[in-house]
């Protein structure tokens, strides 16, 4: 093993979870899996020749410092002899672990599991701002910070994230930025009479402890009639795309270990035309729900939600050619979308909230249509040549996941560097995406994929199937491998 930390990292998780590993099961999986084997070598330090030259010079600034933020700050400073890289980031737990809170949902690990602390990881010589930046102004190369503290820079990195708008559905509040935030409002409704969302830290813990008074309420049911479970996937990008699908696996595996997955139905409705985008993937998906015996619904979108009699509205569409007048009289036939408001009952209910990233950058002039404009391959600023933007804030096609901000930030150190240096960017990004799929409590698809929309599988098996050794991946080694040697600036 090439990392003995991240190896240590990963036997610390097994030792969490006796009744699934023992270490010495692990110790004997990962000395003979090339799947593992080429995951922790993959973490070993180095940089591209394409940033060779570390003598550059430049003050560079980094808006946001969660996974993206902080491991594009670690490249950076790995790489640029005596560099100057200022991290602002407001939230002292950035870097927790999101892609757990799925996990924590679904009772496999507690909230300590995936909380750290945004301080450990702020690479040595790297300056942190602690605070909130209210405006940027790219045409004059500064933010602001709080309202007060302007801070200049050469070259400005966005790592803003994507914050949850759960306002944008009527009888929800809120506007959730970070996991460090009160979440107050939001928490008005979420987390409590069964309407639930694992898309914040506590909205994950209390997700579990729904599934549990679900399967509770379900052991105590006679009526003829069963419970309802109703998930929800919203109209735009959202991070982990696959993240709501992966809770309805979970609450089905659930109530089938509870015994009760007979009393409840499983409904999921989303407003796109497929369970999954990319057809290879979601061929076999529909197989597993309708092998499970869970509802589709497809172009349903959640509109508002009545907590107090449990009824949740959804824009039924679809799209119907219609005849119009041009300015000059004469017919002409487009194409619009036509809905209809239709009502579910839930008993337990899982919101995907729709996303943007920030007003502060969605709404300047670097953002279009909510999240910053860049161009795909090479992640600028489809306006300024200065400004990049890594992670779920970027305006790419697809990419919002960790896997996908681990392919980006090692482009964007690559063209920074070169920019800085007055070269050309040698990096490209080519849509890397990956959703390590949970279909079970113990089976995992792992679905990559790039904007061919065509599977890219790092591993000579077959993508399309549920697998234990995927498991094994998820659980076991992409934290440890996100932790230490993502947020390093060596994965």
């Avoid at 070993?44 to 969660?66: N, P, Q």
């Avoid at 930025?177 to 987390?191: E, F, L, R, V």
């Avoid at 399967?215 to 105590?220: P, S």
Wanted: charged share 20%; proline share 5%.
């Amino acid at each position: 093993m090439k990392n003995n930390k991240i190896l240590e990292e990963i036997l610390n998780e097994v030792d969490k979870h006796p009744e699934i590993m023992s270490r010495r099961d692990a110790l004997k999986y990962l000395t003979v899996s090339p799947l593992a084997a080429s995951l922790l070598a993959s973490a070993t330090v180095g940089t591209s020749a394409a940033v060779a030259s570390s003598d550059v010079k430049g003050k560079i600034v980094i808006l946001g410092g969660g996974l993206a933020g902080m491991s594009t700050a670690a490249r950076l400073n790995n790489t640029i002899s005596n560099a100057d890289i200022t991290v602002i980031e407001p939230d002292p737990i950035s870097v927790s672990y999101q892609p757990g809170q799925t996990l924590v949902a679904a009772g496999v690990w507690k909230l300590d599991d995936i909380v750290y602390k945004r301080d450990d990881f702020v690479p040595s010589g790297v300056k942190l701002i602690k605070g909130s930046v209210t405006k940027v102004d790219p045409e004059n190369n500064k933010v602001t910070v709080d309202g007060s503290q302007d801070i200049s820079y050469d070259q400005l990195i966005i790592a803003a994230g994507a914050n949850l708008n759960y306002a944008a559905i009527k009888g929800i509040e809120g506007e959730i930025t970070s996991s460090g935030a009160d979440n107050a409002s939001t928490k008005k409704t979420i987390t409590k009479d069964g309407l639930h969302s694992i898309y914040f830290q506590e909205g994950a813990v209390a997700t579990w402890d729904g599934i549990q008074e679900l399967i509770a309420k379900a052991k105590a049911h006679t009526g003829p009639e069963k419970l309802k479970a109703l998930f929800t996937n919203p109209r735009g990008a959202i991070k982990c795309g696959g993240a709501p699908l992966k809770i309805v696996y979970l609450t089905h595996a659930r109530l089938v270990e509870a015994g009760v997955r007979d009393k409840v139905e499983l409904t999921f409705n989303t407003n796109n035309g497929a369970l999954f985008g990319i057809p290879d993937y979601n061929a076999p998906i529909v197989k597993q729900f309708e092998a499970r015996g869970f509802i589709s619904n497809y172009n349903h979108n959640l509109v508002s939600v009545d907590p107090a009699t449990k009824t949740a509205t959804f824009n039924k569409w679809h799209m119907e050619k219609q005849q119009f007048e041009d300015e000059m009289g004469e017919p002409i036939i487009k194409e619009v979308e036509v809905s209809e408001p239709v009502e579910f009952k839930y008993d337990f209910m899982h919101v995907a909230p729709p996303m943007k990233s920030p007003d502060v950058v969605g709404k300047s002039s670097l953002g279009s249509g909510g999240w910053i404009a860049v161009t795909k391959e090479t992640l600028q600023s489809s306006f300024f040549p200065n400004v990049w933007a890594v992670g779920d804030c970027a305006g790419v096609p697809m990419g919002k996941t960790g896997g996908s901000a681990r392919k980006q930030y090692k482009v964007i150190v690559d063209n920074v560097v070169a920019a800085m240096g007055g070269k050309e960017l040698p990096s490209k990004y080519d849509g890397y995406t990956v959703c390590p799929l949970i279909t079970g409590l113990g089976t995992v698809m792992l679905a990559e994929f790039n904007w061919t929309k065509k599977p890219t599988p790092s591993f000579p098996l077959d993508p399309t199937q549920e697998r234990w050794i995927m498991w094994l991946l998820k659980v076991y080694l992409l934290k440890p491998m996100t932790i230490h040697g993502m947020l390093s600036g060596r994965a």
